[in-house]
């Protein structure tokens, strides 16, 4: 069965800061990835999703997360944090119709 | 569109209530899925459907019912509601792409109290 570990529950960055969420899963096939963002309150978004190809996916909001298939990651990248992406992120890898979540990594954004 | 709608937002039960969830998409989608969300748990499946007048278990079935009468409508019932229930739900749906998992797209929520 697969899995997703989202190793660190809580991160903290200043406005303009770099940001990387890592998140490493276990398929024994080709993944199909997804990265979502939940605000407070509300439902999850789909921020950008990997399913062949290029390695380096662009998604919404300029987000971007690279597939390392040697290291079973998809890590979620942005140059510059802004206020408004405070929230929690959820990885996720997709097989027999059905998404396996992480548990999560909830992000800070200091001013 | 309004894309996937729940209904209620909210809800506070008795323990031993029962109770059913409504979930409805306008996408035309074959896909329904039931999740839980706890604190540091992150989302767990409860029951899905691939179609219309099918249903299936997921990872966290037990004391929840479903049903699936209706292309746009997936149903979350809880006969007798516990405690160990008090969470937040969500409702998805999903398109059928050949050959692969596509994405799936949420409601907002239903917040569920169990006392």
């Known amino acids: 069965a697969q899995s997703v570990t989202q190793p660190d529950i809580h991160i903290t960055v200043s406005e303009g800061a770099s940001l990387e969420l890592r998140c490493n899963y276990s398929y024994g096939a080709t993944p199909y990835l997804f990265w979502y963002v939940q605000s407070p309150g509300q439902g999850l978004q789909l921020l950008l999703k990997?399913?062949?190809?290029?390695?380096l996916v662009q998604g919404i909001k300029g987000f971007e997360a690279e597939f390392k298939r040697s290291q079973s990651s998809f890590n979620l990248r942005k140059p510059s944090v802004h206020w408004s992406d405070a929230a929690e992120y959820f990885c996720?890898?997709?097989?027999?119709?059905?998404?396996?979540f992480g548990s999560g990594t909830q992000l800070t954004v200091l001013p | 569109n309004a894309g996937v709608t729940q209904t209620p937002k909210f809800r506070v039960l008795k323990t031993g209530q029962s109770m059913t969830l409504l979930c409805a998409q306008d996408?035309?989608?074959?896909?329904m899925y039931w999740y839980r969300q706890d604190p540091g748990m992150g989302l767990r499946l409860i029951h899905y459907s691939v179609g219309e007048g099918t249903t299936a278990k997921g990872e966290v079935p037990d004391g929840y019912n479903v049903s699936r009468l209706k292309k746009q409508n997936f149903l979350l019932g809880l006969e007798s509601a516990a405690p160990s229930q008090t969470s937040v739900y969500f409702c998805a749906s999903g398109p059928t792409t050949s050959g692969r998992t596509d994405e799936q797209f949420f409601g907002p929520g239903t917040r569920l109290t169990v006392l």
């Open positions: 996408m035309n989608h074959e896909y």
């Open positions: 996720a890898v997709g097989a027999a119709r059905q998404l396996t």
């Open positions: 990997y399913f062949s190809g290029d390695t």
